[in-house]
């Protein structure tokens, strides 16, 4: 006869869980059954039905009891009572369950968008394969001269001719950045950022996976270009655009070889086009070639080969660039090697380092801290309140230790319950994350993309953060009630000791320093924006727009435009140039018979560039019509140039710009910030470009009517450029961009803050509920008595508002100590009113009383007679 | 008293065991249950009924001989106990009480 046999996990679970006394005879019972079901219906129904059989027996009158290594040692009955007596609990006092649960629940959401964030960034660069072997070439002039720079680019020589002659570096690959390109397929045109020219080997460096195309080929030849999904969506809708052709600024035709499988996101590059560096030409009008060391805008990428260190590199380096940089002059920098690991969050002060993203390493610390100050607070809510509650449950321990509960049978007990109550907030946690993600991203302006797999990596922080809080905020708790002595306890002597007052006090106190604290910060953080944006530049950021035209006639366009465009009676000004954005070039500035120049930073502006601008003009004029030769030599320069040239008198003296412009200065400008606050005002020269102008820049009055305005302006586009696509931007806003981070931070810090704010005060209204309960009695004595409403109100509040006082005292000299730390990264910054921390004093004695007032006021308002009869 | 009372599914149980006389095991009272009432239940549900059986005395146990069929393990073999048939008695007759007092009328079917 055939035999069958039980399903195998099934058994295992079954004699694994089962009672060893039931074991034999219900394993033959199974079995049993499982022959004959065999013989009736077949193995695959008599297996089901015993995997059913098994299921139904996972039962507590089968279940083997649980035994801990001694003295802890549950029995399953107790473990059943103190799950009756625990749920008991919570559901008897649904409000502070609540508050907990709450707090808790709010504290983890936090955690977790935080987390997430940190692990975002500090994610950046690390997912490519040969990372951990990539670096970039930087150089740093500041050892040798004061007025030096530190850069993160090189000439364009300098990586084919490291790759050739260091046996260590096995590829060398170039990132050139470009703005303003005008791509055009079919029938899409439009102005593009963020397109950068690379070496062949870029995918070799940052491996980036394609969705379509040889990665090894994509970018070899000329004129290839690599698309984001986004872009090739945008310019070729759902067709594939492999080998389909883009046109570049109305020049180049590229071909498109190759599709990422997504945009990049976790690094600090910042692309959405990638063209073949062999495409890459020298832009009109620059002096310089491809073979120019001096041309210092170029990233210049490393591999190393296996187990070379960047050390040996750096130290060749210095001969290298004596040999190539420095040919017939001394060596006036240091270069040396970025591991890219440090590029996202080390590029700060380095020059040229705007062209990608970047990171903040203290701002992610910062929220970090956040994130962990929250969770104190909420740990803290739920501390104080089950201490709180403690003498409700003496009585329950008096009695468990009068029938031989050990002390650590007790803590075992409560801290279990804190645990079950912090899984719950867990649970509550995620849920709300999952529900609030999507807007709480988009109120954040985070460009997170979450994916389901990002909650592996959160769970087992989860976990930890729950058994953590939960233990950390309920041992002390525990200890406390597993300590009440049962004799006083059943004779119903027990009185919240002075020392749980004391502790509770203690917290309340940090609670309200950490929540002041943050107040006051982020206070303080949107002073300084509110500073950053009404700070008086040295010129007149509302009302200008910028125009961009990309094109090699841009002069002839230009007059035809200023032509139209001065028809509107609210154009005021018309010139082209630069905008004001942050991103400038730096060149030597030479004044006549100095053999050394001096490094400042370059703009191009057109005639009436500074009157359009608004810059104001200490001495002499604006670049002028009248003054046709202005395009060859006019020069000005700002106030910090002319100390810098050491100059009292500077119109008229002769300047050597970037060895191909020499000239005369014609205007001291007043200096303004073309820089973002963040540093300091440098020197700054000025002069009609000698490259194509791209921008078009107007001054308007100030109109309530912008749309018709934009609308008018842009039919007479129609008539300058038809083929080009009419693109504007305010000036105002080009500013903001540069504070985009600190921004970030800014509505980080307050919705955080205000976030514990909301917990601390959850806390305050459960431990004042719990509190006025215990003072029932006394508070209908005094009524009894004559006392008024007023009079109970203040009794009971007094004592907390003291405590918020306190926390203040600490918190305020606390948060402004960080706080400095974090103005100090601007060189402009806001100074520090007085009235803020008397708006921070209000803010949390009003938090305190919002909270405290409405059960102050319901125990105060209640009826003596009922109180004093309680029992 | 809690002690006496008896549940329906208990009461059912224990008069199978009796039917069964000497052959009243786990799966001979399962399918004794089935074909006499028709009465679906696991395994499971009946070892908590007769351990609460057990416990108030109505039933006892001892395990029988090992037999080949099931893997050689041994199977446990219920008997009434004295206490449990009075209680069944008892069950009955205020059960038959109850009915005896029922007027006859009440039982026509409308």
């Known amino acids: 006869m055939k035999k069958v046999k039980p399903p195998k996990y099934f058994h295992q679970f079954f004699k694994w869980f089962c009672h060893p006394e039931f074991y034999e005879e219900l394993a033959g019972d199974l079995e049993e059954m499982l022959e004959e079901d065999f013989v009736d219906r077949g193995s695959i129904y008599a297996r089901w039905k015993y995997r059913k059989e098994v299921i139904k027996l996972f039962r507590l009158s089968v279940l083997k009891e649980i035994r801990f290594s001694y003295p802890i040692s549950i029995s399953l009955d107790m473990l059943k009572n103190y799950l009756k007596i625990g749920f008991r609990n919570l559901k008897r006092d649904k409000v502070s369950a609540s508050i907990n649960i709450i707090g808790l629940g709010l504290g983890f959401v936090s955690a977790l968008v935080i987390l997430l964030y940190v692990h975002h960034e500090l994610q950046v660069d690390t997912s490519f394969e040969n990372g951990d072997r990539v670096y970039r070439v930087i150089n740093d002039e500041r050892p040798h001269r004061e007025t030096g720079r530190l850069l993160v680019t090189v000439g364009p020589p300098f990586a084919p001719t490291l790759a050739e002659e260091f046996p260590e570096v096995e590829k060398a690959v170039r990132i050139r950045y470009t703005e303003n390109v005008v791509f055009k397929s079919e029938e899409q045109q439009y102005y593009e950022n963020d397109v950068i020219y690379v070496d062949k080997d870029f995918f070799h460096l940052f491996s980036f996976p394609l969705a379509q195309g040889d990665p090894v080929t994509a970018l070899s030849e000329p004129n290839s270009i690599v698309l984001t999904p986004e872009m090739s969506q945008k310019y070729f809708g759902d067709e594939s655009p492999m080998g389909k052709s883009i046109m570049m600024n109305e020049e180049v035709s590229l071909q498109v070889t190759g599709i990422l499988e997504e945009s990049p996101k976790k690094t600090h590059l910042e692309f959405d086009f990638l063209i073949s560096f062999e495409t890459f030409t020298v832009p009109y009008g620059y002096p310089v070639t491809l073979e120019s060391w001096g041309w210092i805008s170029f990233h210049t990428y490393v591999l190393l080969n296996q187990g070379v260190t960047p050390q040996t590199v750096d130290q060749k380096l210095t001969d290298f660039v004596k040999r190539h940089v420095y040919t017939n002059r001394s060596v006036s920098a240091t270069y040396s090697l970025q591991a890219l690991s440090d590029v996202y969050f080390g590029s700060k002060e380095m020059m ?362 842009e039919k007479d586009w129609m008539q300058i450029a038809p083929d080009l696509p009419f693109h504007f931007t305010f000036l105002d806003e080009d500013l903001n961009r540069q504070y985009e981070k600190d921004q970030e931070f800014s509505r980080l810090i307050s919705f955080f803050g205000g976030l514990a704010i909301f917990i601390a005060g959850l806390g305050l209204y459960g431990l004042i509920a719990i509190i006025s309960t215990y003072r029932i009695k006394e508070i209908g004595i005094r009524k009894v008595l004559g006392a008024s409403v007023m009079n109970i109100y203040l009794l009971l509040s007094r004592n907390f508002i003291i405590l918020v006082i306190i926390a203040n005292l600490i918190a305020l000299p606390l948060a402004l100590w960080v706080i400095n730390g974090w103005l100090e990264q601007f060189s402009y910054r806001t100074k520090v009113h007085y009235s803020l921390f008397v708006i921070a004093i209000l803010i949390s004695l009003g938090i305190a009383l919002a909270s405290l007032s409405y059960q102050v006021i319901k125990t105060a308002r209640s009826n003596p007679i009922k109180a004093i009869r309680h029992e | 008293m809690e002690n006496n009372y008896l549940g329906e599914f208990q009461e059912i149980v224990m008069l199978t065991i009796l039917v069964l006389e000497d052959n009243a095991y786990g799966v001979t009272i399962k399918k004794e249950l089935k074909k006499r009432l028709n009465r679906d239940c696991s395994r499971g549900a009946l070892h908590t009924a007769l351990t609460r059986l057990q416990k108030k005395g109505l039933i006892s146990s001892e395990m029988g001989g090992a037999n080949a069929t099931r893997g050689g393990r041994r199977k446990r073999y219920y008997t009434v106990t004295n206490t449990g048939k009075l209680s069944l008695k008892e069950a009955k007759e205020s059960r038959d009480q109850l009915w005896k007092a029922i007027p006859n009328f009440s039982l026509k079917m409308v």
């Open chain 1, 352 to 713: 040229n380092s705007g062209e990608h993203k970047h990171g903040n390493l203290s701002y992610t610390y910062g929220l970090l801290a956040i994130a962990f100050l929250i969770l104190l607070v909420a740990g803290f809510n739920f501390m104080n309140i089950s201490t709180a509650r403690s003498i409700r449950r003496a009585r329950e321990v008096g009695v468990r230790k009068v029938i031989g509960a050990k002390r650590i049978n007790l803590i075992t007990q409560f801290t279990g319950e804190a645990l079950a109550v912090s899984t719950i907030s867990v649970l509550f946690a995620l849920l709300l994350f999952e529900l609030s993600r999507t807007p709480l991203f988009e109120y954040l302006n985070w460009q997170l993309d979450f994916k389901y797999q990002d909650y592996l990596i959160l769970i087992p922080l989860l976990v930890a953060g729950t058994f953590v809080l939960g233990i950390l905020s309920a041992i002390y708790p525990a200890i406390l009630m597993s300590g009440f002595k049962p004799i006083n306890v059943l004779k119903g002597k027990i009185k919240s000791g002075a020392t749980e007052m004391n502790i509770r006090k203690v917290l309340v106190v940090l609670q309200f320093t950490i929540t002041i604290g943050l107040i006051v910060c982020s206070l303080l953080v949107s002073q300084q924006m509110e500073y950053i944006r009404n700070k008086d530049l040295g010129f007149d950021r509302e009302q200008v727009i910028s125009l961009q035209m990309r094109t090699d006639d841009f002069l002839e366009r230009y007059q035809l435009g200023k032509q139209l465009f001065s028809r509107h009676p609210q154009v005021l000004n018309i010139s082209a140039g630069d905008v004001i954005n942050g991103d400038y070039g730096s060149v030597p500035i030479t004044p006549a018979g100095a053999e050394e120049g001096i490094a400042m930073n370059w703009m191009g502006g057109y005639f009436d560039y500074c009157s359009t601008l608004g810059l104001e003009i200490l001495e002499g004029r604006d670049f002028s019509i009248s003054h046709p030769i202005d395009t060859l030599t006019g020069i000005i320069i700002n106030e910090s140039a002319q100390r810098a040239l050491g100059w009292d008198e500077a119109i008229g003296k002769e300047l050597q710009v970037n060895s191909n412009i020499n000239g005369q200065v014609i205007g001291v400008v007043k200096d303004f910030h073309f820089h973002s606050l963040h540093a300091p005002i440098t020197p700054m020269v000025i002069t009609v470009p000698r490259t194509y102008m791209r921008n078009i820049i107007l001054r308007i009055s100030p109109t309530n009517d912008m749309d018709n305005l934009i609308a008018s302006l």
